[in-house]
């Protein structure tokens, strides 16, 4: 759930309590109002027929029965309420409503039966006229029921409404409030997906809050702190790629000067030896024929190293040769897939490390479509522009699906190590309807500024 709206709920909630609490309290209180309104009228009325006892004892009663109510029928503004007088020995009754009751009709029914089950609405009260020591009989008072619901729903509508109002006035500035200050947040989700897909340069702005503020510092220093570790570690991985091409030219070298010289020279000699023998001792031709073959299978093994360890056209003729005679050789071996290269873009002023990967990529990737994909056709693509290269391999395999299970592409691990070396992206793609496509795309700048 959305933030702004999780708390809105909260606080919406906490004012429903609150509203059905003060509702409460103005039903309890205008049903304390009604019973105290009608003990007043009850007091009102017991004086009233006390002070006529005390006329008629006195001669001044007139002609007036008790009990005359026409006073208290005169002066009272309660409407709804009865009252009824029962004399004390001839049980003779005098009853007298005072005014219509209220219409109860716009009075919901579930708050008249809910108001009739928490109270006693229309309660009488009574009680005893006395005068001298003298009971004259029972005064009861009986308010109108559905004037106090009525005169309670009128209230609770008064409060529902003022505070209807108040809660959303409340809620619509509360939320307009938590939203501005929540604002920031989607800054830093947003700047969170950016850390996330490998952009640790961004940085999270200042915000006006402090806790806001803290969390992007704090989120800022550690975009830096991991930025730094992933520089180093291209930095190192850089200079383990350089140690390694160094070991293979160093290998390549030594094997060219010391093996190719000597297999050479064994070469030379067995041919030396073949004429000798021709004259001499002929039949030690047959040894010295194998000799020489199996000494120029080691020199075409020695060869086939060289070529793998470091290319002759990779120094001498760059980039664009070595993947042309890399294609060449695959597809001179005369097997079911056929190899095509497509270069765009000069890519001679490629910088060494960027363009051995490019080579060892080509390379790896070559061997696992020969080894595994069973293609008919693979696509070497090449592009140069601007400040990146992007190498594009393709074939039309068996690859159906990715991930690959761990005992196939073999060599894929190594090939994602050394594009994340020189902070590039690799992608792998399954082509419709199947075979493997391998994207790998390098930044130029990163390899000039890891060079050492």
Partial sequence: MNLPYHILTRIIAAALLCLLANAAYVLRSSDQQARQATQRIAEALGKQ????????????????????????????????????????????????????ELDTLQVPSSFANGYRWFFQPGLALTQSIRFKGRDYGELTVTPSADMEITQAWEDTSRLLGLSITTVAAVCCLVYLGIRRALHPVQTIVAGLGQLEQGRLDYRLPRFALDEWQRIAEAVNQLAASQQQLLNERQRLAVQLLNLQEEERRYLARELHDEFGQCLAASNALAASIAQTAATKCPGLLAEIGQISRITQHILDG????????????????????????????????????????????????????????????????????????????????????????????????????????????????GIRERVMALDGRLTLRIVPPHGLKVEARLPIHAVNEAKI
């Fill in 49 to 100: 027929l006390s002070f006529q006892q005390l006329q008629i004892s006195a001669g001044f009663g007139g002609a007036l029965p008790f009990p005359d109510f026409t006073l208290w029928k005169q002066t009272s503004n309660a409407p709804g309420i009865c009252v009824r007088f029962v004399a004390a020995g001839s049980q003779q009754t005098y009853r007298l409503c005072n005014g219509a």
């Fill in 302 to 413: 020695v060869r086939g190293l060289l070529q793998r360890l470091r290319p002759a056209e990779l120094e001498d003729l760059g980039l664009a040769a070595s993947l042309a005679s890399l294609v060449s050789g695959w597809n001179a071996l005369g097997g079911k897939t056929r190899y095509h290269l497509e270069i765009n873009g000069d890519c001679a002023g490629l910088p060494e490390p960027l363009a051995i990967t490019l080579f060892r990529i080509s390379q790896e990737c070559l061997t696992n479509i020969a080894k595994h994909a069973d293609a008919s056709h693979a696509r070497v693509g090449l592009a140069v522009s601007g400040d990146s290269v992007a190498l594009t391999i393709e074939d039309d395999g068996i690859a159906s699906q990715l991930p690959f299970s761990q005992n196939k592409g073999i060599g894929l691990l």
